[in-house]
């Protein structure tokens, strides 16, 4: 009886480890399969300077979404604006989007304390508006615009229309 008990728990270890390690591999390989936007070798504030030349003559607001490549929220936020129909048309039609990286590679600390100098307090990602002049309109953390285990496109597109221009 002993052994019969002990086998089954044994049994039943095995299979939450499976089921953990599965669950894992899985989130790792969502997060390889994802588009990585952020590039540490990029002169940010010249990438930005370019971008407010651009809004200006097309009467657009910027964004710049703070992060990095290591972020997986990063990720998922990158491919939510990508394939959600109706956050992707009102960026377009408002907006200029830049990835401002920051990683062990390139933390980018001058961009960020023009920009965001209180920046550090938030998690990752989040936005950085700018007007087509370069002045910051908004400082926004991503973590209300989530739901689940992804974001939410009400949420999303009201932050959206509370900045554009």
Do not use: R
Request: proline letters at 3%; charged letters at 25%; one cysteine or more.
């Amino acid at each position: 009886m002993k052994n019969y008990i002990f086998s089954l728990l044994f049994i039943g270890f095995l299979f939450n480890s499976i089921d953990v390690t599965a669950q894992k591999n899985s989130a790792v390989s969502e997060k390889k399969s994802l588009e990585k936007p952020y590039n540490p070798n990029d002169n940010a504030q010249q990438k930005i300077d370019a971008l407010l030349k651009q809004a200006k003559k097309e009467k657009k607001n910027v964004i710049l979404q703070a992060g990095g490549n290591w972020c997986g929220w990063c990720l998922l936020f990158n491919d939510f604006i990508k394939t959600n129909v109706k956050v992707k048309k009102e960026l377009q039609s408002n907006f200029l989007y830049y990835h401002l990286n920051f990683s062990k590679e390139n933390k980018n600390e001058a961009v960020f304390k023009k920009y965001a100098p209180n920046g550090d307090k938030l998690g990752y990602p989040f936005f950085i508006v700018l007007n087509s002049s370069g002045k910051v309109l908004k400082v926004q953390e991503s973590g209300n615009l989530e739901e689940g285990k992804g974001y939410n496109e009400t949420k999303v597109i009201n932050f959206l229309k509370s900045v554009k221009p």
